[in-house]
């Protein structure tokens, strides 16, 4: 049991990564980057590549890197070409697709055998680093929007037209706030590759859904007051909990495998709409006041 539980707080801060992305681009710039999917196979599969000739490091760099040139990409479509969010997501999502491909040699997979990876070169302190990682990443996002760069992207998120008026350019914030959205995507990517030895096509099917779930249970556990910090906490914290509950059906075998990404949908539909049951829920109380006075 101590395995399973160390497996999954391991999969938790590596797959917090993602968490933390569409906590930025979804909460923070109010954006729904349909992109995530695309972008996390293409750290993963740009960091195997270089692992497999012997460069863990230099293939987590690049794969940050090529996160981030995919979501300038999908922010110029936004900014300049006047493509709505969603579509541009899945316009470079699909795009994507073929340069994975490319990327991994036009194999839809791509093992490491024998090759060291970064997490081999550390003594294979998976649990460690990764939590490392995401501590330093969870830091400097805490940072990065107290600074005047990081509250004008937030301050977008909120009001784009009172940012115009305010002499700020909003293209601008966009864009810099899906770059490094999709940098930490494809961070998270590049590590689970290294981690799993391993890239594949359709790793990341699903994974923008799964990382909506995170969030929503993240923000249910870490409630109170909110606050940047409570709400990059809670990244970490939906990741783990989700991962552990994840864990805990597998071992129990309560829902069938082939049942898990069902389950997780219906996880974050009802969380989505949750807020709109409530106000539903609020708004008949308080009708059935008025006709009682």
């Not at 710039?29 to 996390?40: K, M, P, V």
């Not at 979501?71 to 697709?97: D, R």
């Not at 709400?231 to 082939?258: D, M």
Request: proline share 2%; hydrophobic share 50%; net charge positive.
């Amino acid at each position: 049991m101590s395995l399973v539980i160390t497996t999954a707080l391991q999969l938790g801060c590596v797959y917090g990564l993602i968490v933390l992305a569409l906590f930025l681009s979804y909460r923070v710039l109010d954006i729904a980057d349909l992109s995530t999917d695309g972008c996390f196979v293409l750290g993963m599969a740009v960091s195997v590549s270089l692992c497999a000739q012997n460069h863990p490091v230099l293939g987590i760099i690049m794969g940050i890197l090529a996160g981030g040139l995919a979501g300038y990409v999908t922010a110029f479509q936004q900014t300049h070409l006047g493509i709505p969010s969603i579509i541009a997501g899945i316009v470079t999502n699909t795009g994507l697709y073929t340069i994975n491909l490319a990327v991994m040699g036009w194999h839809a997979n791509l093992s490491l055998l024998k090759n060291e990876t970064i997490f081999s070169l550390t003594g294979n302190h998976a649990l460690i680093l990764s939590g490392l990682v995401l501590g330093l990443c969870m830091l400097f996002m805490r940072w990065f929007l107290s600074t005047r760069l990081g509250l004008s992207i937030r301050a977008t998120g909120d009001n784009k037209d009172m940012v115009s008026a305010s002499s700020i350019d909003p293209r601008y914030t966009i864009t810099v706030g899906l770059v490094i959205s999709n940098m930490f995507t494809a961070l998270s990517g590049a590590l689970v590759g290294q981690m799993q030895r391993s890239a594949d096509i359709n790793a990341g099917t699903g994974i923008v859904v799964v990382g909506l779930a995170s969030l929503i249970i993240g923000e249910t556990v870490i409630n109170g007051r909110k606050s940047v910090g409570r709400n990059i906490l809670a990244c970490f914290a939906g990741s783990a909990v989700y991962r552990l509950i994840y864990a805990f059906v597998l071992q129990t075998k309560i829902i069938p495998v082939e049942c898990l990404k069902l389950m997780t949908a219906l996880i974050v539909a009802l969380a989505i709409a949750m807020p709109a049951f409530k106000d539903k829920a609020a708004l008949a109380r308080r009708m059935g006041r008025n006709k009682s006075c």
